[in-house]
């Protein structure tokens, strides 16, 4: 089982937004555990923590350091207490792992070893520190991108308040890995920081720590934390609160209190107007992710810019930087692919120069045999029009990136039909809207285009990376 359903089933069935951590630590050890010897204290400690819990908390997070310091019998104590969490509770380990040599045997040891189900880790090595904890296909990274520590402001804060580097690391990150693989740790007291961090990453889980702090409002940290779901917030216990002998009241007391206030959240945001189905919201999910990805990878631009018509747009979209990010890209093409498959076809054609790789990539996914109409015929060599085999009669569905006026794809397409070969779809990653899909049904072709326009405007401007002046920009072309 995928770690998000471990863990999302989890929510469910016990009900809880909460997490407990499982940290030996001796300096907090209960004064009922003191008498016996230190690993056998902070043992029966652990135990008891996770018998109380257990049935109203989502995940444990034993912090590896911990039973580090306490040297082999603190490892084994680790192994001790991952075997006594009940298998269908979904493990954390908080490693904050970030070195990048020991990465791929680090990921082997907690993945395939310890069978931990997820692991928190450092961003500053990177991408290709992150990778190999990602080939685990069911295991999931937590990435630390903000803490609460005060030291550490003038990092977190640089280069200045209003694009610091905590949401750098939230926007980096979001291109390491999916939704289902890669979740954010968020350390802070402040509800508006989390509030910025959910707003760049609507659809990923966050783990809040550090929310305790004296006057802290729980009701501000969740309406900041929540995603549009009302979900996807993990909560830590207080430490303190793991002391306590009465340990299992006070959790159902605090799960109570949290479940309220989300509901009460959840119920004022609610509207009438319109209902989705669950199924599509996953969907519109992945759809606004892949959207927020396109714009942070700098592929939607908004200002003034001449296109190829003539005419000026308050925005423009370069698709061609999609293949320097093989993430993004994968995406893209799983876009393009669940409309393409329920066409019917011999080939693949994509239209160059921007739709070559998009093609190219399909053709691979799909096993299908590709061409493409040159842009301009050479003087030398074969002269073709049509790159690559076909015959006559046979089927082409024609890739192209984006619909603007539709000028190009049908260029492309009538070479193809000069050459014998039968064009009926067309497949796009953004329909520029303002009637261009009417004028290609005009001329004999069926288009299908993975995003409008508008759609992305929309979705940038929720998620506030768009102002208002930009949105109005927008509307009033
Ligand atoms: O619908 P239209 O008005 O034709 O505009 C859309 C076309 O414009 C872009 O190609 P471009 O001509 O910039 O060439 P390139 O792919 O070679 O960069 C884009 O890749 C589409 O093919
Ligand atoms: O040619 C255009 O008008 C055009 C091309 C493109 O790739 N993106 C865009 O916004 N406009």
Redesign the pocket.
């Known amino acids: 089982m995928q770690f998000f359903d471990k863990l999302y089933t989890n929510i469910t069935q016990n009900q809880s937004l909460l997490f407990v951590g499982l940290d030996p630590n001796p300096e907090m050890i209960p004064s009922r555990y003191r008498s016996q010897d230190v690993i056998t204290g902070l043992g029966d400690w652990l135990q008891f923590i996770i018998q109380e819990t257990a049935d109203f908390v989502c995940a444990y997070k034993p912090t590896l350091g911990f039973y580090q310091a306490l040297g082999i019998p603190g490892l084994e104590l680790l192994y001790k207490t991952l075997a006594a969490i009940p298998s269908h509770i979904p493990i954390i380990l908080d490693a904050k792992h970030s070195d990048l040599n020991t990465s791929s045997i680090f990921a082997h040891t907690v993945f395939a070893e310890w069978h931990v189900d997820a692991i928190t880790l450092s961003p500053y090595t990177g991408q290709d520190h992150v990778a190999p904890f990602l080939v685990y296909p069911d295991k999931a990274v937590f990435i630390l991108c903000c803490t609460s520590n005060p030291g550490a402001e003038t990092l977190q804060q640089y280069p200045a308040n209003d694009s610091p580097l905590y949401l750098q690391v939230v926007k980096e990150a979001k291109n390491w890995g999916t939704p289902e693989e890669l979740a954010l740790e968020v350390g802070t007291t402040n509800p508006e920081v989390l509030g910025l961090i959910r707003a760049v990453a609507p659809e990923r889980t966050i783990m809040a720590r550090s929310i305790w702090a004296e006057g802290s409002n729980l009701k501000q940290i969740l309406e900041a934390g929540l995603n549009s779901n009302g979900d996807g917030l993990l909560i830590p216990v207080p430490q303190d609160m793991l002391s306590n002998p009465n340990l299992s009241q006070e959790i159902q007391s605090l799960r109570a209190e949290i479940n309220q206030t989300k509901s009460q959240i959840n119920a004022d945001a609610s509207s009438c107007s319109v209902w989705l189905p669950d199924v599509h919201f996953e969907d519109q999910q992945l759809q606004n992710d892949l959207i927020l990805q396109l714009y942070d990878i700098g592929c939607i631009m908004f200002g003034k ?1 001449v ?3 003539g ?1 000026t ?1 308050p ?6 930087k999609i293949i320097s990010n093989p993430q993004v890209f994968n995406q893209v093409l799983s876009a393009y692919e669940k409309i393409i498959r329920n066409l019917t076809f011999d080939r693949l054609a994509g239209i160059p120069y ?1 739709s070559l790789p998009t093609a190219t990539g399909l053709a691979l996914r799909l096993n299908c045999p590709m061409v493409f109409p040159r842009k301009e015929v050479k003087a030398h060599g074969t002269r073709k029009v049509i790159e690559g085999n076909f015959a006559p009669g046979e089927i082409v569905v024609v890739v192209d ?2 619909l ?2 539709g000028k ?1 794809v049908m260029e492309g397409a009538e070479k193809l039909k000069s050459a014998g070969l039968n064009v009926h779809d067309i497949v796009v990653l953004i329909d ?1 809207e303002q009637g261009v899909q009417a004028r290609l049904r005009e001329n004999g072709y069926r288009s299908y285009a993975v995003f409008t326009i508008s759609q992305i405007v929309k979705t940038l401007y929720q998620a506030g990376r768009i102002n208002d002046e930009q949105l109005l920009a927008f509307t009033e072309s």
């Open positions: 810019f296109q190829a018509s005419a747009f925005y423009y979209i370069d698709l061609r921007g990136d984006i603007i006026s190009s520029h």
